[in-house]
């Protein structure tokens, strides 16, 4: 039985009919045992079942930030804490930063509470994830992010920043000529991308200049974030722009 704990819920990645879910909770100390099938969409809304208890809101406690939200609305991605810790010890002082696909603020609330960051822009599409954004900004006190509903083409484009992140997968290239329009001279791009593992080096890069507009590029770090599927690994590259 795989499993993993967000909050005081269990979540299941696989389990055999002879599980007890109660015998289970108590173990836990949990209210809820839940299996996510699937996220899907543009919004990354799950596709859950629930198997124990009636709650699927809870308060997950990371690094030293508190995360409000509904695993039956809105995903959390347990194998990124690093990461945003790393991406929040980067942001230098009065930087303006873009948080493209912002969620429930995963990377904007450790910005906003661990740098000195001049403001944090944070867009999102989906309105239940942008509900439990605004929450966790009031939940962790923090004065200097901009939540915005909606696409980021739309909203993008009027703001520039020192950094951005693109905390997404799959079809996060199809968005980087709008993060590369917004970025100030010498601005950071944190470029996401799930990535074979014989392209790594390569595919990532390629994608981010054929987007460049004719900026020049130098390539600071590719990140290995965890391992998205057979032979595919989630990355993040970390690219610098004149």
């Known amino acids: 039985m795989k499993w993993k704990k967000i909050g005081d819920i269990l979540v299941l990645d696989k389990y055999d009919d002879s599980a007890n879910f109660e015998q289970l909770a108590k173990m836990h100390n949990v209210k809820s045992i839940i ?3 699937r996220i899907h969409g543009q919004k990354r809304e799950p596709k859950m079942e629930l ?19 509904d695993l039956s609305k809105v995903m959390w991605s347990k194998g990124n804490n690093n990461e945003r810790i790393r991406i929040a010890g980067l942001v230098e002082e009065n930087e303006t ?10 990377f904007s609330i450790p910005i906003g509470k661990f740098s000195n960051a001049k403001e944090i822009i944070s867009t999102e599409i989906n309105p239940n994830s942008f ?33 951005i992140i693109m905390g997404y997968v799959k079809t996060t290239h199809h968005f ?6 917004s970025l100030n001279k010498n601005g950071i791009i944190h470029y996401h991308e799930t990535v074979p593992d014989k ?6 890069i390629k994608r981010v200049r054929e987007a ?25 590259a970390d690219v610098q722009f004149d």
């Open 35 to 37: 299996k996510i099938d």
């Open 51 to 69: 198997l124990y208890g009636s709650e699927t809101e809870t308060i997950n406690k990371e690094n030293k930030c508190l995360f409000k939200l």
């Open 97 to 106: 930063v873009i948080d493209m696909f912002a969620g429930i603020g995963y």
């Open 131 to 163: 509900h439990f954004l605004k929450e966790n900004i009031r939940l962790n006190k923090i004065g200097n992010i901009t939540p915005i509903l909606g696409d980021n083409r739309d909203i993008v484009p009027n703001y520039s920043a020192d950094r």
């Open 176 to 181: 980087l000529d709008v993060a590369i329009g």
């Open 199 to 204: 392209l790594i080096e390569t595919r990532p």
């Open 212 to 236: 460049a507009n004719g900026r020049s590029v130098e390539l600071l770090n590719i990140q290995k974030i965890k391992r998205y599927a057979p032979g595919v690994m989630h990355i993040v």
